[in-house]
Each structure stands twice: as structure tokens, then as C-alpha cells.
């Protein structure tokens, strides 16, 4: 048998949008990216997670033209109340002694104009979850990110 399989699954698209075409022999899903910025404040989604056991995110993230030293980095923060949120974080122990970090997932991009495909599955035990990223090391032409998500639980 395989992994996991929850009876509740509901998609989400986070940045970007998905939509079908209103008319058409064949219906095809469209998705639209959206531009990145250098800073997280501009590239926040919230998502009502309360409920659900696990979240996959799945992304593409393509590079702007001409850049070849941007990356995409991703944090999640979790919050009870949709007020307060709180970094998600990893641990690092050093002779007895565990410091926290902030957890940020890093795509870096290599080429410019290049699409990069990844996906990442995040257990929850929050209400709800931030979701924020942004784009460094771009000079002049910012990348597009289209990220879904699919919310899984009992």
C-alpha cells in the first residue's frame, strides 16, 4: 500500500491564478503567474488551514530575462489567531545548546528566462499559515511565480 490518503483535498492557488477558459472545445487550465519583488511584504498569501493535516506547495518559478543570479526564497510562518504569526523554524545544536533560525526554502535559478519546477509537503498544526516570498539577486527584470497548494485532512 501506499502512502497517506486523506479523504478531504482542496486546491488553493496561492500566487498566481488558475482559471479554465470559458469556452472551447477541449478545456484547458490556464494558469497566470505573478511578478516577483526583492521584499516579502509585497508577496504575502494567508491561508485557513485549521482542519487540515498537511499542505503540499508546488511552484514554478521562472527567472527574469537576462538574470542569471536570482533565487526564490520562500518562508511560512503559523498563527492561532490570523493576527499574530510566528516563523516557522529549524534548530541547530551546538554542544548542548539549540539555536533556532528562521526556515526559508532557497530555489536558486541558474539561467535566465528558465523555469524551475518544484514541491514541497508541510505538516500542519496551525489555524492558519502565512506563505511569503521574494526574489533576490535580480539587477533589472524580476521572475514570476506561480504557486498552488493542495490542503489535505480528515
Do not use: H
Amino acid at each position: 500500500m501506499g502512502g497517506l490518503v486523506y479523504p478531504v483535498s482542496t486546491p488553493v492557488a496561492i500566487f498566481g491564478t488558475k482559471t479554465l477558459p470559458t469556452s472551447g472545445a477541449v478545456p484547458t487550465v490556464i494558469a497566470t503567474s505573478a511578478t516577483l519583488t526583492n521584499a516579502y511584504t509585497g508577496n504575502v498569501k494567508v491561508l485557513t488551514t485549521g482542519g487540515y493535516s498537511e499542505l503540499v506547495v508546488m511552484w514554478k518559478y521562472t527567472t527574469g530575462s537576462g538574470e542569471s543570479a536570482s533565487s526564490l526564497n520562500i518562508q511560512l510562518l503559523g498563527s492561532n489567531d490570523n493576527n499574530n504569526f510566528y516563523f516557522l523554524t529549524n534548530e541547530s545544536a551546538t554542544t548542548g545548546t539549540s539555536t533556532l533560525y528562521t526556515r526559508t526554502f532557497n530555489t536558486g535559478g541558474g539561467s535566465a528566462a528558465t523555469a524551475y519546477s518544484q514541491s514541497y509537503r508541510i505538516d500542519i498544526s496551525y489555524k492558519f499559515m502565512k506563505i511569503q516570498v521574494e526574489e533576490t539577486g535580480v539587477s533589472t527584470n524580476y521572475g514570476t511565480l506561480f504557486m498552488e497548494g493542495t490542503l489535505a485532512g480528515y
